[in-house]
C-alpha cells in the first residue's frame, strides 16, 4: 500500500506539470523557456514513473486516473510540437492507429450493442407485423422485395458516378454519427439504433419473401468494412459524449477538448474504410459475380481488416496507452 507521506511528496511534482501544460495551452510551447521545456520532459518521465507505482495499489485508483490524464495531455503537449514529415499520415495509419484502436474498443463495442440490439428489435418487429416494415420502407421498396427484385440493379450502367456517390453519402453518415457526439451521445445513439433497425427490417423483409441470399451477397463484400466503420464513428462519438458528461479531475472544457482530439484520431481511421467500401458497393456487390467469390472476398476482407486493427503490437508509451483510455 502506497504510503501518504509518498503521495505527499509526489504531488508538487504533479502540480509542476500541470501548470506547464497549461501554461503550453494558452501560449503554446513558445510561451516555455528552454528550462521549462527541460523540466517539462523531465516531470512527464517521472509521473509516468509514479503511474507505474501507484498502479500497484487499488486503493490509489483515484490517483491513478488522475495521472492518466494528466500524461495523457502531457504527451499531446510534448508531441504536438514535433515537425510534422510527409509519411506522416502513413506512419499514423500503420503504427498509431491499431492502438488508437484497441485503446477505445471498449466505445466501438458499446456501439455495435446499440446497432446489434436495433437489428434485432427491427427484425422482431417485422416478424410479429409485417406491416411494419411498410412503415419504415416505404411501399415501393417493400413492392420490389415482394417481386423478388433488389433494387440495385440501377447501380450497376453507372458505376463510377454510383461510387463517388455512395463514398460521399458512407462519409456523411460516419462523420455525422462522430459529430453528434456533441448532443452528450443522444445524437450518435439515435444514427446508431436507426442504422441497426433498418437493418433489421431489410434483412426480416428480405427473408420473408425468400430473397436472403441475394440481400446478403450484395451486403456482404462491403458490409465488412462499411459495418465496422460506422461502428468505428460510433464508438469515436460515445468517447466525445464520456469527455462531456464525465470530465473526472479535468475541467469540463478541457476534458471535453481531450476527447474530441481522441475521437477524431479514432474516426479518422474510418475514413479509408468507407471509400473502400463505396468502390466495392458500385463495382462489386451489385454485379452478376458468383455468390461463393462474393463471400469470399468479403471473409478475406474481414479478415485483413482484424489483422490490421489487432495485430500490431500495443503502444508501449504510457501516456500514449492512457491518451486512448
Known amino acids: 500500500m502506497i504510503s501518504t507521506r509518498w503521495l505527499e511528496k509526489r504531488k508538487p511534482h504533479w502540480t509542476k506539470l500541470e501548470e506547464l501544460i497549461e501554461r503550453s495551452t494558452r501560449g503554446g510551447l513558445k510561451s516555455l523557456t528552454r528550462y521549462d521545456l527541460q523540466e517539462l520532459g523531465l516531470l512527464y518521465r517521472q509521473a509516468a514513473a509514479d503511474l507505474a507505482t501507484i498502479r500497484e495499489d487499488p486503493s490509489s485508483l483515484h490517483f491513478s486516473r488522475y495521472l492518466n490524464q494528466l500524461l495523457a495531455r502531457a504527451h499531446n503537449t510534448i508531441y504536438s510540437g514535433r515537425r510534422a514529415s510527409h509519411w506522416g499520415l502513413l506512419w499514423f495509419f500503420w503504427d498509431t492507429y491499431p492502438s488508437v484502436f484497441r485503446g477505445h474498443l471498449k466505445h466501438c463495442l458499446l456501439a455495435v450493442s446499440i446497432f446489434v440490439v436495433s437489428a434485432t428489435v427491427g427484425a422482431a418487429l417485422t416478424y410479429q407485423d409485417p406491416d411494419f416494415k411498410v412503415k419504415i420502407l416505404g411501399p415501393q421498396m417493400v413492392e420490389t422485395i415482394e417481386r423478388h427484385q433488389m433494387w440495385t440493379h440501377s447501380i450497376v450502367g453507372i458505376k463510377p458516378l454510383a461510387s463517388s456517390a455512395i463514398m460521399t453519402n458512407n462519409l456523411s453518415v460516419g462523420f455525422m454519427t462522430f459529430a453528434l457526439g456533441i ?138 496507452a492512457g491518451s486512448a483510455a
Not at 289 to 304: D, E, P, Q
Open 183 to 320: 448532443t452528450a451521445g443522444l445524437g450518435t445513439i439515435y444514427m446508431l439504433v436507426f442504422n441497426g433497425l433498418l437493418l433489421g427490417v431489410i434483412g426480416t423483409a428480405c427473408r420473408l419473401s425468400g430473397m436472403s441470399l441475394e440481400l446478403w451477397s450484395f451486403v456482404a463484400p462491403h458490409g465488412v468494412l462499411e459495418l465496422p466503420a460506422i461502428f468505428i464513428a460510433g464508438g469515436a462519438g460515445l468517447r466525445m459524449a464520456q469527455g462531456l458528461l464525465f470530465p473526472g479531475f479535468l475541467a469540463r472544457r478541457e476534458s471535453l477538448a481531450q476527447a474530441g482530439r481522441e475521437a477524431v484520431k479514432l474516426v479518422l481511421g474510418s475514413v479509408p474504410m468507407l471509400v473502400v467500401a463505396g468502390v466495392i458497393e458500385a463495382f462489386v456487390s451489385p454485379t452478376g459475380l458468383a455468390v461463393s467469390l462474393k463471400f469470399s472476398m468479403a471473409a478475406a476482407l474481414f479478415a485483413l481488416l482484424l489483422a490490421y486493427l489487432f495485430w500490431l503490437p500495443a503502444a508501449k508509451d504510457p501516456a500514449r
